[in-house]
């Protein structure tokens, strides 16, 4: 069984445009070797990101495309949980950043990301 991995935002909007070459050759081996899972928060986020130009697709629309082209799944994880998580993750407050962290440690699983605050915190950020 692969190991669970989560994207962070600009990671599934890098992806979904086409800019593999943006992320590091360790990060594309996860993406490879895991069971992908977006936070339905990545969602939200990309979403925000288009209500002020920065992107040009919905949440939902990304989501649907990456998961038919890599099997990328939303997680379903309980938002009591995450919320209870995300209550440890004082080191930001991105409520963006710290649901999709919070995510990903329910699980004790990988983020790739190249935030350089999600991994100064989180000891399964993935990137370099």
Not at 21 to 39: E, F, H, P, W
Not at 74 to 79: H, L, N, R, V
């Amino acid at each position: 069984m692969a190991s669970r991995t989560y994207l962070d935002t600009h990671v599934a909007v890098w992806l979904y445009g086409g800019r593999t070459k943006a992320i590091t050759a360790a990060a594309r081996r996860a993406l490879i070797a895991g069971d992908l899972y977006l936070s339905p928060m990545v969602i939200l986020e990309i979403d925000f990101m288009r209500e002020i130009g920065r992107v040009h697709e919905s949440g939902e629309r990304i989501y649907r495309e990456l998961s038919k082209r890599s099997g990328l799944a939303i997680s379903e994880t309980p938002f009591a949980e995450i919320v209870f998580e995300a209550s440890a993750q004082s080191w930001t407050k991105d409520p963006f950043d710290r649901i999709i962290v919070a995510e990903a440690a329910v699980y004790g699983a990988s983020l790739v990301t190249k935030d350089p605050d999600i991994h100064d915190h989180y000891a399964h950020a993935l990137w370099e």
